[in-house]
């Protein structure tokens, strides 16, 4: 299993961003797809997720900014980060969760500043 990622770059605060991560391979039940992120001196948590059948999770410090969505039949997830704040610059990582095996991608940076 594969995971691509993308969209990461550098925005001002209150501007948006909107990450994308495209999942292949032997792919057999996927049960859950999230994002994560890490900034530097910190440990890596979640920012949201989604499962198989779309309940979504959120971390706190990004309810009623992001929103994650996922397209089934694509095997992709998405991330759509408004109203930005340099407390989210990060690596943002996207992850899978199969039946049996918990899978990264590469991370893509995120950075927020003027």
């Known amino acids: 299993v594969q995971l691509q990622a993308s969209g990461g770059g550098l925005v001002q605060p209150g501007g948006s961003l909107r990450l994308s991560c495209a999942a292949s391979g032997s792919i057999f039940s996927i049960e859950l797809m999230g994002w994560y992120r890490q900034a530097p001196g910190e440990q890596r948590g979640l920012v949201a997720s989604?499962?198989?059948?779309?309940?979504?999770n959120y971390a706190d410090s990004v309810k009623g900014r992001f929103t994650i969505s996922r397209d089934s039949a694509k095997n992709t997830v998405h991330l759509q980060m408004n109203s930005l704040k340099p407390t989210d610059t990060a690596v943002y990582y996207c992850?899978?969760?199969?039946?049996?095996?918990?899978?990264w991608g590469q991370g893509t940076l995120v950075t927020v500043s003027s």
């Open positions: 992850g899978l969760q199969t039946a049996n095996k918990f899978y």
């Open positions: 989604i499962t198989s059948g779309g309940s979504t």
